[in-house]
């Protein structure tokens, strides 16, 4: 009797604004799922929030310059909350609820919030079902810009200065020009973020102070709390992370650099994934030993937020010589451009046995508290 498959529900999608990039990360990697190690349920989740079975052949690419996204249209999914059942209910539109049978692992390929911030996590875990990535926690420390850079200090790894702007702070006048003021010493120019967002949603390079409220409110629009972070003059030098296996601390990937042509001020989202105008240099033009200390803080930072799976840790390497800890994604692009995946390839570790390290890591997992 031939051994039954493994059977991994992969969700993408999500109602965060990185909804289109998640789908082209979730078509890259079901692509690269072994099929005759693992089944495959791929479950969409809609912008406004519907979890339904997404169709099999869902193109998950960007096409003709347009951007993919889950329709909501289809049956129905739920999570049965029994963590004895580890099961999907599917409600076909018009007939009674069924069961869709036991999955045994859950890889959640969401961006932003709604999906990288712990929420997917703590549902998961209430449902007993085991998953790909980081936990309730870290997910949820991860994408926040200000408690990442809070913990990151706290263990003495280097961040560079900012403001946090929340959403109380910016509607009191009051607090709002002291806000003002206290960006006016990080000194121009400056970077206006959302705190919770990721693909260079909603940020503006500020030059000018008089730009600077018009900047807040772009970013406001993503996320009501809003992170203003001094220019870190240097070269932008990514790092992947992965869990060590066997209880074995984690690893570090050969790190890759950004490198950008055209017009563009920074990486954003264009550059990122539209234009082509970003490239990657794998190794990057750095000393040996400036690429060993970057892995080994890459490690270090993925450990201070208790990470599990997977991480890419983005740095700053200054001009004078200096490692600056940028951010962290917690769930990673793995689009064909992503920095993440590129780099694993570069350190021994072909996509597809990324894939199947992540997979077979969240399964050796134990639930509960950890």
Known sequence: MPE?????????????????????????????????????????????????????????????GRLPQVSGDGAALALPFDPSSGGLLV?????????????????????????????????LELAGVRYVGAGVLASAVGMDKAFMKIVWAAQGLPVGPYVIIGDRAWRNEDERKRKIVEIRELGLPVFVKPSRAGSSMGITRVTREEDLEAAIETARAHDPKVI??????????????????????????????????????????????????????????????????LRR??????????????GRVDFFY????RLVLNEINTMPGFTPTSAFPQMWAATALPYPDLVDRLLQTALNRPLGLR
């Open 297 to 310: 803080m890459a490690v270090q930072a993925f450990d201070a937020l208790d990470c599990e799976g997977l």
């Open 91 to 123: 409600v076909p539109p018009g007939e009674v609820p069924q069961v869709l049978g036991a999955v045994d692992v859950v890889l959640p390929l969401l961006h932003g919030p709604y999906g990288e911030d712990g929420t997917i996590q703590g549902l």
């Open 228 to 293: 203003v972070e001094a220019a870190v003059n240097g070269r932008e030098i990514e790092c992947g992370v992965l869990q060590g296996l066997d209880d074995g601390p984690a690893e570090a990937s050969m790190p890759a650099e950004v490198v950008m042509a055209g017009a563009h001020d920074f990486y954003d989202f264009e550059t990122k994934y539209l234009d082509g105008s970003s490239s990657l240099a794998i190794p990057p033009r750095l000393p040996d030993e400036v690429i060993a200390e």
């Open 4 to 64: 039954s498959k493994i059977r991994v529900a992969v969700v993408f999608g999500g109602r965060s604004s990185e909804h289109a990039i998640s789908c082209i990360t979730a078509g890259s990697v079901m692509a690269a799922i072994d099929r005759d190690r693992y089944e495959v349920i791929p479950i969409g989740i809609s912008p406004d929030g519907r979890w339904v079975l997404a169709p099999a052949d869902q193109q998950l690419a960007v096409s003709d």
């Open 318 to 321: 200054t001009d004078d010589g």
